[in-house]
C-alpha cells in the first residue's frame, strides 16, 4: 500500500484544488453563463457545491479503500483530524453517501439535456418552478440511503470483526489505534475451509452495484437520445438558431466529459473492490491508489465546464493573457 502519509497530502491538495476550481466555476456560471442555457446553470452550480462538500469530507476523513479477499473497508485515520471516533465514523457515512449521489446527479443533467433538445415543454417546466425542489432532494435522498446503509452495514459486529482486523493488520501500515474502519466480509470461511455468505453485506453490494447500473443505463440511454436529436436539429437549424444548438451542443459535450471523470477515477475502481470481495480476490496494493483518485475526481471534474463553454474558456483566457499583455506593454515603455 502506498504510505499514508502520501495518500494524506495528496487528498488535502485535491480537496485546496477542488474548492478553489469549483468556486471559479461557480463564479463563472453566475457571471457568464449564456442565457440559453437556462435552469441548467442552478444543476451545474449544484453538482459543484455537492463536489465542494465532498471534497472537504475527504480531506476531514482521509479514506483509503481496503481490499483483501472477501473484505472490503474504509479507512479513516484518527492522526489526521481532531474528532471523536464516533463524528469520524458519521463522516464516513457522509463520504459514502456523497459518492453514491453522483452518478444520480450526473443522470438527472442528461435527462434536462435531453428535454431541452427535444423541446419536451412539460416535463421541462418542472426544471423552472417550485418542482425543481424534487430534482435536487432526488440525489440527495440516495445518498442518504446510500450513507445509512453504511451506517448500519459497515458498522463493528461481532460476526465479522475477526476478518476485517485481520485484513487491516495485513494491509495497512499504522496502528489500528490510530484509526476508525467501517467495513464488511461477504463470506466467513470455517476451520474447513467451507465458506458461508454474509447475506446484510450481500444486500448492501447488490443495493450499491444496482444503483450504479441504473444509472449508468440512464446516462447511457439520455445521452443517446439526445446526440441523435441533435444530429436532427443541426440538419434543419435556421441561421437563427444556430448559436442556441452551439451553446447546447457545448453544454452537452461538457457534461459527457464531466460524467466519464467519476466513472474511471470513482465509481469504476469501487466495481472492482465490491467484484473482488465478490470473486475473494485481493487487490493488495491498490487501496492507496483508489484514495488518491477519489480525492482527484472533484479537482478536475470541473475542468470540461470550463474548457469546453465558449464564454468560460474565453474569460479563463482573458484572465491568463491580460497581465502578460499588462507586463509586456510595460517593458515597450
Given at each position: 500500500?502506498?504510505s499514508s502519509n502520501l495518500?494524506a497530502?495528496?487528498?488535502?491538495?485535491f480537496a485546496?484544488a477542488a474548492?478553489f476550481?469549483?468556486a471559479?466555476?461557480?463564479f463563472?456560471?453566475?457571471?457568464?453563463?449564456p442565457?440559453?442555457l437556462?435552469?441548467?446553470?442552478?444543476?451545474?452550480?449544484?453538482?459543484?457545491?455537492?463536489?465542494?462538500?465532498?471534497?472537504l469530507i475527504?480531506s476531514v476523513?482521509?479514506?483509503t479503500?481496503?481490499?483483501?479477499?472477501s473484505?472490503?473497508a474504509?479507512v479513516?485515520?484518527?492522526?489526521?483530524?481532531?474528532?471523536?471516533?464516533?463524528?469520524?465514523f458519521?463522516l464516513?457515512?457522509?463520504?459514502?453517501?456523497?459518492?453514491g449521489?453522483f452518478?444520480f446527479?450526473?443522470?438527472?443533467?442528461f435527462?434536462?439535456r435531453y428535454?431541452v433538445?427535444t423541446?419536451?415543454?412539460?416535463?421541462l417546466k418542472?426544471?423552472?418552478?417550485?418542482r425543481?425542489?424534487?430534482?435536487?432532494l432526488?440525489?440527495i435522498i440516495?445518498?442518504?440511503?446510500w450513507?445509512?446503509?453504511?451506517?448500519?452495514?459497515?458498522?463493528?459486529n461481532s460476526?465479522t470483526?475477526?476478518e476485517?482486523?485481520s485484513?487491516?493488520?495485513s494491509?495497512?501500515?499504522?496502528?489500528?489505534?490510530?484509526?476508525?474502519y467501517?467495513?464488511a466480509?461477504?463470506?466467513?470461511?470455517?476451520s474447513d475451509?467451507?465458506k458461508?455468505?454474509f447475506?446484510?453485506?450481500?444486500?448492501?453490494?447488490?443495493?450499491?452495484?444496482?444503483?450504479l447500473?441504473?444509472?449508468?443505463?440512464?446516462?447511457?440511454f439520455f445521452?443517446?437520445?439526445?446526440?441523435?436529436?441533435?444530429r436532427k436539429?443541426?440538419t434543419?437549424s435556421?441561421?437563427q438558431?444556430?448559436e442556441?444548438d452551439?451553446?447546447?451542443?457545448?453544454?452537452f459535450?461538457a457534461l459527457?466529459?464531466q460524467?466519464?471523470?467519476?466513472v474511471i477515477?470513482m465509481?469504476?475502481?469501487?466495481t472492482?473492490?465490491?467484484?473482488?470481495?465478490?470473486?475473494d480476490f485481493?487487490?493488495?496494493?491498490?487501496g492507496?491508489?483508489?484514495?488518491?483518485?477519489?480525492?482527484?475526481?472533484p479537482a478536475?471534474d470541473p475542468?470540461?465546464?470550463?474548457?469546453i463553454?465558449q464564454?468560460?474558456?474565453g474569460?479563463?483566457?482573458?484572465?491568463?493573457t491580460?497581465?502578460v499583455?499588462i507586463?509586456?506593454?510595460?517593458?515597450?515603455?
Amino acid at each position: 500500500m502506498l504510505s499514508s502519509n502520501l495518500v494524506a497530502k495528496c487528498q488535502t491538495f485535491f480537496a485546496g484544488a477542488a474548492v478553489f476550481l469549483n468556486a471559479c466555476l461557480i463564479f463563472l456560471i453566475v457571471k457568464k453563463s449564456p442565457k440559453q442555457l437556462g435552469s441548467y446553470r442552478y444543476l451545474m452550480i449544484y453538482i459543484s457545491i455537492f463536489e465542494i462538500v465532498y471534497s472537504l469530507i475527504d480531506s476531514v476523513v482521509s479514506p483509503t479503500i481496503l481490499s483483501h479477499g472477501s473484505t472490503f473497508a474504509i479507512v479513516l485515520r484518527k492522526t489526521t483530524t481532531f474528532l471523536s471516533e464516533e463524528t469520524l465514523f458519521i463522516l464516513g457515512c457522509e463520504w459514502c453517501g456523497c459518492f453514491g449521489a453522483f452518478m444520480f446527479i450526473f443522470a438527472i443533467q442528461f435527462i434536462y439535456r435531453y428535454l431541452v433538445v427535444t423541446s419536451k415543454s412539460k416535463i421541462l417546466k418542472s426544471f423552472d418552478d417550485w418542482r425543481m425542489i424534487f430534482w435536487i432532494l432526488s440525489p440527495i435522498i440516495l445518498g442518504t440511503i446510500w450513507g445509512s446503509l453504511a451506517f448500519v452495514y459497515l458498522s463493528k459486529n461481532s460476526e465479522t470483526e475477526d476478518e476485517i482486523r485481520s485484513a487491516l493488520l495485513s494491509e495497512i501500515d499504522v496502528p489500528l489505534d490510530n484509526v476508525v474502519y467501517m467495513g464488511a466480509t461477504l463470506y466467513h470461511k470455517d476451520s474447513d475451509g467451507n465458506k458461508s455468505i454474509f447475506v446484510n453485506t450481500l444486500i448492501m453490494i447488490s443495493f450499491k452495484l444496482t444503483v450504479l447500473t441504473v444509472s449508468f443505463l440512464c446516462i447511457f440511454f439520455f445521452a443517446s437520445l439526445t446526440l441523435l436529436e441533435m444530429r436532427k436539429v443541426s440538419t434543419i437549424s435556421t441561421q437563427q438558431s444556430k448559436e442556441l444548438d452551439r451553446i447546447q451542443s457545448q453544454a452537452f459535450y461538457a457534461l459527457i466529459s464531466q460524467s466519464c471523470i467519476p466513472v474511471i477515477l470513482m465509481h469504476f475502481p469501487c466495481t472492482i473492490v465490491f467484484l473482488a470481495s465478490v470473486f475473494d480476490f485481493d487487490l493488495g496494493t491498490s487501496g492507496g491508489i483508489s484514495a488518491i483518485t477519489f480525492a482527484m475526481f472533484p479537482a478536475i471534474d470541473p475542468l470540461p465546464v470550463m474548457l469546453i463553454i465558449q464564454n468560460f474558456r474565453g474569460t479563463l483566457i482573458s484572465v491568463v493573457t491580460t497581465p502578460v499583455q499588462i507586463i509586456t506593454k510595460t517593458r515597450n515603455v
